[in-house]
């Protein structure tokens, strides 16, 4: 064996344990047609084109888990509604067996590449279920999610907010999980719908075989009021308002509102991981979100583009405040060399 071939071999070993070559990664999300789903498998398409990474995605994910998962080094990347990582802060909700001194060690092994938009959580129905608006919900029958979880909770509170109603006593709640979303829709279960929403929704739009639908806005009134502010203020929600014409229906949808705005709480969530992953991976992988924010992440689905995918302001990413998240550094330096602001409380 020549010593020439034996350098090839070598060098050609070097060249594969470069820092970022082929790396082998792991990640978790949500279904396939979220937000959360789309952005985790347009990271891994955005890193394997830039070379960093192989990102093996795991889709239809309990994201409550996924989240534990990163915290605990069982997977490297995962799709987190802010929510849960303040939950799994003060060991509260699903986290609750953890308790607070545990919770709290694993939210601090986490932290962020980059945010996005989840959903705008809205009321739905059928036209022909004769639904007035939220002051029409009192004695209905409303599907208002999977049977646990941010979405459901989110829900419950966002009826309350608006008509003072409790599940049980002012109406009843349906839940079922998202796979079979679409079809409860469709089969009449529920007078009308308080779910997550992107614009245009996919869920609304395969529903809409089965009849023209009525989206209604959150009332300009209980938006701007203090039970509202509040509920904007929770870890991972922010206030949206967004044009009506902005939000992508066309023919079989109606937008309810008072002023051609729709109004509604935002989730608000990131992709992250560990907070021992190595800084030029980090940074690696975040340079390559950014670089591709519109060639590969905004062309993924009709409404990617309205998801806040590359935003940093803190009043759409709702970093800093209650959110015990930070930017990894490396991601703080993917960032900032590509000419955008990071906030120091951010970082």
Known sequence: ???????????????????????????????????????????????????????????????????????EGKTDIAAAPFILPFLLSKGLGPYAGLGAEEGAKLAANLSVLYTYRISVQGLFAYDSANISGWDGLEGKTIYNGPPRGAALTNARLLIKVNTGLEEGSGYEGVQVNWGQAVKTIQDGSADAMVL?????????????????????????????GEAFQKVGNLPGT???????????????????????TFRGPGTVGADIVNVDMDFDLAKALTAAFIENIESIYHTKAPFMPGTWHGETDIALTDMCGNNPLKYHPGAVAAWEEAGYTIPDCAK
């Open 1 to 71: 064996m020549s010593i020439k071939y034996l350098a090839g071999i070598a060098a050609a070993m070097l060249m594969a344990t470069g820092a970022h070559a082929q790396s082998i990664l792991t990640a978790e999300t949500a279904a396939p047609n979220t937000t959360p789903g789309i952005s985790i498998i347009a990271l891994s398409e955005a890193a394997k084109k830039a070379g960093v990474a192989d990102v093996q995605v795991s889709s239809g994910q309990t994201l409550t888990n996924s989240v534990q998962n990163v915290a």
């Open 196 to 224: 997550p929403m992107s614009f245009p929704d996919p869920r609304v739009t395969a529903a809409l075989a089965s009849g023209a639908m009525t989206i209604f806005s959150v009332p300009k009134s209980v938006y701007d």
């Open 238 to 260: 922010v206030p949206v308002t967004m044009p009506i014409s902005d939000m992508g229906y066309g023919e079989g949808v109606t937008v309810v509102s008072e002023d051609d």
